[in-house]
């Protein structure tokens, strides 16, 4: 009996032991709504040994009260997705940084699937495919039009996970302080290190904006703004823009 239960101690310290640990930062404005199944369904990750950090903008509502218990540290910082993101950064413990947004859901499975493709030799980067939820037609055709667009362009956005090495991330300092496209500028200049790692795994993101909107009409936003900031419009005109027509 006394030998099973060593060799089952070994074994469990085998496997602590080749975790690579993550910090996972989560960029919050009003979420109360949305946070509490995102942040249970991260206590697993959390109980793993992961660090697990909101960033809260300024919410009115109670973001901060509901996250305080489930997380390891409630951040305030300055609105802004991209200030959020990084003043969570420069306070995460670990090697790994992986930003998720609110409206992203990361399952059990992509959790072990991550970790699968940590202990892999030369990443630097990367992302998982991403689905929409909802049960319309469409956004089984616009969830693969992401994905292979990404994968052909190497440009990630945020919904997709967006996972890179801390020291990697400081060496680019960090997200752009700008007010939208942060995400793309971001892998812009990542990809020119490695390409993205794309994670054998599916994170599914919230349909919500795009029902509320119009599905169509969402499409041709999306695309008008990065056309815009590919040709060069300020992000901070785009941002104005995007509030206005996604309110």
């Not at 496997?15 to 942040?39: F, G, M, T």
């Not at 499975?109 to 892999?120: C, G, P, V």
């Not at 752009?176 to 599914?204: F, G, N, Q």
């Amino acid at each position: 009996m006394a030998a099973r239960q060593v060799r089952e101690v070994v074994v469990v310290v085998h496997w602590v032991s080749d975790i690579k640990a993550c910090s996972v930062i989560i960029p919050v404005l009003n979420e109360a709504q949305h946070l509490p199944r995102q942040l249970e369904a991260l206590q697993k990750w959390r109980h793993a040994g992961h660090e697990v950090i909101v960033v809260d903008g300024g919410s009115s509502d109670a973001s901060i009260d509901i996250a305080t218990p489930l997380v390891d540290r409630v951040i305030r910082s300055k609105k802004g997705r991209a200030v959020q993101m990084n003043a969570g950064a420069a306070q995460a413990v670990n090697s790994w940084l992986v930003f998720l947004h609110v409206d992203t859901l990361f399952s059990d499975t992509a959790m072990n699937s991550l970790q699968i493709a940590l202990r892999r030799k030369g990443i630097s980067w990367g992302r998982f495919n991403v689905r929409l939820s909802g049960s319309h037609p469409l956004f089984t055709i616009i969830s693969r039009l992401m994905n292979m667009r990404s994968q052909l362009t190497g440009i990630v956005t945020g919904d997709q996970v967006i996972f890179v090495r801390k020291n990697i991330f400081e060496e680019m300092k960090g997200f752009p302080d700008i007010a939208l496209m942060e995400d793309i500028s971001l892998s812009s200049h990542l990809k020119k290190i490695a390409s993205p790692y794309c994670v054998p795994d599916t994170v599914t993101t919230s349909s919500r904006r795009w029902q509320e909107y119009g599905i169509i009409k969402t499409i041709f936003m999306m695309w008008s703004l990065r056309l815009r900031y590919f040709f060069g419009e300020k992000p901070s005109v785009l941002a104005e823009r995007y509030e206005r027509i996604s309110k």
